[in-house]
């Protein structure tokens, strides 16, 4: 919308980059062009202003297949004014000189041809195909039909108006049939996922199958590798056995050896100490005889005196011992007397 503002009794004019602005002055052009900016009388003044930007536009309408089934068809159609001018004289594209806004609704009107005329080429090609056919391609040949239907439409050309593009957003039959197009896709679906989880077990019970095969065959790999171990371990054990038996006998026949040696030796040792023994006891029976013999030869020759005080020495020494001894003046007196008697002629005192 054009920017009017009001200054000492005229009005001045700004359009928007995107907007043609045609402006009359008593039938005349005054003004015409892209973006303008002018002061201008009011009641002197018809002004339109065109769009010349891209537009968009939605519509939905409603077709039926061959079969008689209603499809729900959602198109987005991109248009321009190309021609401004020749637009501005098929249409009121008139604005009011104090606000600026559009007296009619031109781009209403636009819509309202763009949506009949593309409704009409999607019902005849919908109403020639197959509700199948359609859900399948429909797309595709819906947005070439009516794109090339634009294309050639006559009146479109005269407004100056081009379609740039065409895209359908969207093609739905109605809910109930929809669903009921959706149960054999769904149950086809259903079944591929069945498929691929009955798939998947089966993988997984070969699976499971492989490794029980796997852990089996390694049971049995170990226990044979441990009764190898085991005759292994009895091998050892009875060299083990032997070895040590061998070594027993050994340490028993040198012990034994040992013993032989030591019962000869204590037995040599006994016989040269019996036989020392006898030599010593001859020896000393020998020396004790002669000590004996040497002590009668020498009793033999001593005087009668000698071997009564050899006599009397001996027997001292077999006599009692005295601790103490006391003398009376009775047997001092005795003593005495018996000292001063003369000895007998022959004899001793």
């Not at 000492?8 to 009359?24: E, K």
């Not at 008139?94 to 559009?102: K, L, M, R, V, Y």
């Not at 595709?140 to 065409?166: F, K, P, Q, S």
């Not at 679906?189 to 390694?218: F, G, M, P, S």
Request: aromatic share 4%; charged share 25%.
């Amino acid at each position: 919308m054009a920017d009017i503002t009001k200054r000492f009794g005229l009005l001045h004019l700004r359009a928007a980059p995107t907007a043609h602005i045609r402006h009359l002055r008593g039938g005349t052009v005054a003004h015409e062009g892209t973006g303008l900016a002018f002061w201008f009388r009011p009641l002197a003044a018809a002004i339109s202003e065109v769009p010349a930007d891209d537009r968009e536009l939605s519509l939905l309408c409603h077709a039926r297949t061959a079969e008689f089934q209603d499809l729900a068809i959602q198109v987005t159609l991109t248009y321009r004014i190309t021609d401004p001018e020749l637009a501005a004289t098929r249409l009121d594209f008139s604005i009011d000189p104090e606000t600026g806004a559009w007296r009619a609704e031109p781009l209403e009107q636009l819509g309202t041809l763009l949506t009949e005329t593309a409704q009409q080429h999607a019902l005849e090609l919908i109403a020639r195909t197959t509700l199948a056919v359609a859900l399948a391609e429909g797309v595709r040949t819906v947005r070439r039909a009516i794109a090339e239907g634009l294309a050639d439409d006559a009146r479109l050309a005269e407004l100056g108006l081009v379609v740039l593009a065409v895209r359908v957003t969207a093609l739905r039959p109605e809910p109930e049939l929809e669903r009921a197009l959706r149960t054999p896709a769904r149950e086809q679906v259903q079944q591929e996922a069945d498929r691929a989880t009955y798939e998947r077990r089966a993988v997984a019970v070969e699976r499971e199958r492989k490794i029980a095969e796997n852990e089996l065959a390694n049971r049995i790999e170990l226990a044979r590798r441990e009764q190898e171990l085991i005759g292994h371990q009895g091998v050892n054990a009875y060299r083990e056995a032997e070895q040590q038996a061998a070594a027993d006998q050994v340490r028993a026949e040198a012990e034994a050896q040992r013993r032989t040696r030591l019962a000869t030796a204590e037995a040599e040792a006994a016989v040269l100490l019996a036989d020392a023994q006898a030599a010593a006891e001859r020896a000393l029976s020998e020396a004790k005889a002669a000590g004996q013999a040497a002590w009668l030869a020498a009793h033999q020759q001593a005087s009668p005196e000698v071997l009564q005080a050899l006599a009397l020495g001996r027997l001292a020494e077999n006599l009692p011992k005295i601790d103490s001894l006391t003398l009376s003046p009775d047997l001092l007196t005795s003593l005495l007397a018996q000292l001063g008697r003369p000895a007998p002629a022959g004899g001793a005192r």
